[in-house]
């Protein structure tokens, strides 16, 4: 993290003006908490973005209607069951979760996001689910985030939260975050359901503009295995209890909290691909001296989402060849003979060919848990970095049987 | 297999007018077959297409040169070693090659189209190559295309052949071929090596027509992992040795000809999918009813390539909603509410929400090893099928441990 930044406790609650719980309602057989709500004290400008995929669920409609306003006080999440392809009925039952959050808070219905995630296509028994969001209600308070954070996992084998302070000219303002992974990511949007908060007095255009910026750096260039969920969600709540100004785009104030925006982001995004299922190895795969940004980004990504490679990092293999092959199949543009590969800081591969390195070292190197991979294209200026992670056993045993 | 063909054993050389070999050239560890010729009895009408990955390797910039006269005399093509990314002697050893074949052949080295297939990156010992070459030719015959096509495996676990033939106005045409994969497969080109021969009179046009044609339909709609190669190649050769008058594109024997080598092609890409690393069972994703064909491929193609579809395959689990998140994430036109999904026979996803089936019924069906899912778009007229396979463990152990 970056010494401009403190690092706290309590998730999303240790910015004040937040509250969260987490509950079981019974959707998860494992009898786990499934249903959480984080709301601020009182509606507050806020922001979201979404899942890209067509078929989006009901939760990620309404939601996407909701947020409109620039303004929200709670979201309410499920986890066991995502609400999707549910037709007419998921539609009504997003609607009943918002409004009996709503209740619970004295607010209008529309001042409540919701986000579902979890099996798709099964009709949500919204009876254990509202009495689940009554009991929530009930317990929320503002001294941790851990029963919030665990309430939403799915596949995840570890809540992730993490909360850090800034100071800007003499104030305080905290951003905190809570996240969940762990399949089904791939950039293109919101790519997982991530809610961020902060105590700094953001309008809602700053904090549309923040979140846009964090998750273009931060989610959106991270990938697991290639595939985009139907409910993805990020959410950012401003509550201004840190008090003073607002803060709009254009003040001076405003780019250091976004940076904490976006800090908070990158770690939570880096928790994800670390959980990813079945990871044994986190992988930040780097490309530099590209064309331009965009090919650098497009490059990296073939990399990261690119099963050959992803194997032999789980093989602790210095597999190159996949790694140039991944780039020439992306459609950047390349110049076979000045391209340069290097893993775990080990140069494999120097103007198109094979370099001579010392296997045994790169086999060592390469048995660590966090592994860079950089290509250079020595062709421009542009770069860009993918987060992924290896692709094992375990990916194909959870995956393989995940629904029954 | 089509009632208007007939079966035939024989492989490449089933058609009069070619002879092939293989022979251990000492490149696999195993002293397994590794290089191969396949020969046409004189110079003949032929046609490639190569692989759209800009890293393609040395023996692929080759052949492309050569084929541009439309004629060849033989292919030769070594396993074990791509000879990819090995910059100016990689070109210098896939000429080496050439000559080497069209010596022993007594034709020019232009006549000689040349393969590499195996590791990327990896200096070709091209004494032993050029060794085994003339070992190869010495062997030359057309009693059995089986010893060429051992010879270009790789991690294929057995080899691939076919041979047809097709009556047409008095006429008998026989079509082979051969092919081996299995990992790296993914449409957009050529994507495997496979050699296709007929003794039909096709002109250099007629070649290049068919096969073109046929690689659309068959090649380029399968997919084993996403992955592209560098060094995929499809090429067809046209003896003429059946006599009779040459076969331009516009003659009224065209079509029956170019139906075989189409079929020779589909049957080889079955077998590749069948045998893709690690496969368990043979995938046919249809989508049907979409706005139009490229719609419905580039749907089919996100289905068959989601590695969250495929392992649920592997495990047996007729998981409709990775189904539709597949087809949502692609960029083909849907109506959420209109989607219907059949896994084997079986409606499981109808108006775009869960349709109630027997799960015991749909785990038997799905024990099969070859599984027919269907999505029906329900907008318009556009159809398409992509071949794939599932992922599983054996996917990951292969490749974790290829290289080493």
Request: glycine share 8%; aromatic share 4%.
């Amino acid at each position: 993290m970056s010494s401009r930044f403190t690092s706290l406790e309590g998730g999303v609650v240790a910015p004040v003006g937040f509250v969260c719980s987490g509950v079981s309602a019974g959707l998860k057989k494992s009898g786990k908490r499934d249903v959480a709500i984080l709301a601020a004290q009182e509606a507050c400008p806020a922001a979201a973005v979404f899942t890209l995929n067509s078929m989006a669920a009901p939760p990620v409609h309404l939601s996407r209607a909701h947020i409109a306003s620039g303004m929200a006080r709670a979201v309410v999440t499920n986890s066991g069951n995502a609400n999707a392809c549910t037709g007419a009925q998921g539609m009504r039952d997003a609607e009943a979760m918002a409004r009996a959050c709503a209740d619970s808070l004295g607010v209008d219905a529309s001042m409540v996001l919701v986000a579902s995630t979890g099996v798709i296509g099964m009709p949500l028994p919204i009876e254990r689910v509202t009495a689940g969001i009554a009991d929530a209600a009930a317990l929320l308070d503002s001294a941790d985030g851990t029963s919030a954070a665990e309430a939403i996992m799915t596949t995840d084998t570890f809540p992730k939260q993490i909360a850090l302070s800034v100071d800007v000219d003499g104030s305080r303002y905290v951003v905190g975050g809570m996240a969940k992974g762990s399949g089904m990511i791939m950039p293109n949007m919101a790519t997982m359901l991530a809610y961020v908060t902060t105590d700094a007095p953001l309008t809602s255009e700053a904090t549309r503009a923040a979140l846009t910026t964090a998750t273009t750096r931060t989610f959106n260039r991270i990938s697991v295995d290639s595939d985009t969920s139907t409910n993805d969600m990020v959410v950012l709540m401003a509550s201004g209890a840190a008090g003073g100004d607002a803060i709009a785009p254009d003040s001076p104030r405003y780019e250091p909290v976004a940076a904490a925006i976006e800090e908070v982001c990158r770690e939570l995004a880096r928790m994800i691909v670390r959980d990813g299922e079945g990871a044994t190895k986190l992988i930040t795969v780097t490309v530099r001296g590209a064309a331009s940004e965009d090919d650098a980004h497009e490059a990296a990504l073939s990399i990261a989402n690119s099963p050959l490679f992803k194997t032999a990092i789980f093989g602790a293999d210095a597999n190159w060849g996949r790694v140039v092959m991944a780039v020439g199949k992306s459609r950047a543009k390349v110049d076979p003979d000045a391209i340069e590969v290097i893993f775990a800081g080990i140069t494999t591969c120097k103007h198109g060919t094979g370099f001579l390195f010392d296997e045994k070292a790169a086999a060592i190197a390469l048995a660590n848990d966090e592994i860079d991979v950089i290509v250079d294209l020595h062709i421009g200026e542009g770069q860009a970095t993918v987060l992924t992670c290896d692709l094992s056993y375990e990916y194909v045993r959870i995956n393989g049987d995940y629904r029954t």
